[in-house]
């Protein structure tokens, strides 16, 4: 167990819909990523945040956003869904922001829009 | 930008054999961290092995070695007496420490298969 938690694990939806993935990192990280991977893909880097503010970009679609509250739990939502938004979903926590610091990762949410 | 590549989508060894797993980068950077991540059918990423680029010796966690060449930007895996729970995807990742966010660039995996 990495010690970082995504909830749901599993979401079915249709398109055109909106959901919200929920990351609630390590005790005391600041520091907290979004990757998407696609049905057999690398992960694709979405947003990075620490401490609340956004503190990178990646590909993220406009359709998506995301934002880090102040207990440091992150949320990622997806809106006017499309078949190929259907992927899993990581988060991934570290203490403060340095290349030293071990990077945790959630087991995912697998998203599937039908 | 920096991109990670790995030309073997699939790969097969026998159980207790050696197997080794390609990986290339492309960056201008001098000094830059490499990963190795595994991946098993429960999908959680676990970290194999790290190497720091101005690190000359070749990291190495038990059974798990890297060959890091930095002049030809390669960072391949080298799995040794493989077991069959090293079945599994295996990505390649680069950080650039020169980038604040340190986050982790992916290349597409290779997907390993250790026969009984």
């Known amino acids: 167990d990495s010690g970082v938690t995504q909830t749901p694990k599993h979401l079915i939806t249709a398109t055109g819909q909106r959901v919200t993935l929920r990351c609630s990192p390590r005790s005391g990280d600041l520091s907290v990523y979004w990757y998407q991977q696609s049905l057999d893909q690398g992960l694709q880097f979405l947003i990075h945040?620490?401490?609340?503010?956004?503190?990178a970009k990646g590909n993220i679609l406009e359709r998506f956003s995301a934002q880090q509250f102040p207990d440091l739990h992150s949320e990622l939502n997806l809106s006017s869904l499309e078949l190929g938004d259907s992927a899993l979903y990581f988060c991934a926590s570290r203490h403060r922001d340095s290349p030293d610091e071990k990077l945790f990762f959630g087991s995912g949410t697998q998203l599937s829009v039908l | 930008a920096q991109t990670v590549t790995q030309s073997q989508p699939e790969m097969s060894v026998q159980e207790a054999e050696t197997v080794t797993l390609s990986c290339t980068y492309d960056t201008s950077e001098n000094n830059y961290y490499l990963f190795w991540y595994k991946q098993p059918p429960s999908r959680q990423m676990i970290l194999v092995i790290r190497q720091e680029a101005y690190k000359q010796q070749n990291a190495t966690e038990n059974r798990f070695s890297v060959n890091f060449q930095k002049a030809a930007k390669s960072f391949s895996l080298k799995i040794s007496d493989s077991q069959l729970g090293d079945t599994a995807m295996y990505f390649c990742?680069?950080?650039?420490?020169?980038?604040?966010?340190?986050?982790?660039?992916f290349g597409s995996g290779t997907r390993l298969l250790v026969r009984p």
């Open positions: 990742a680069f950080m650039n420490p020169m980038d604040s966010s340190y986050k982790l660039i």
């Open positions: 945040y620490y401490n609340g503010e956004e503190r």
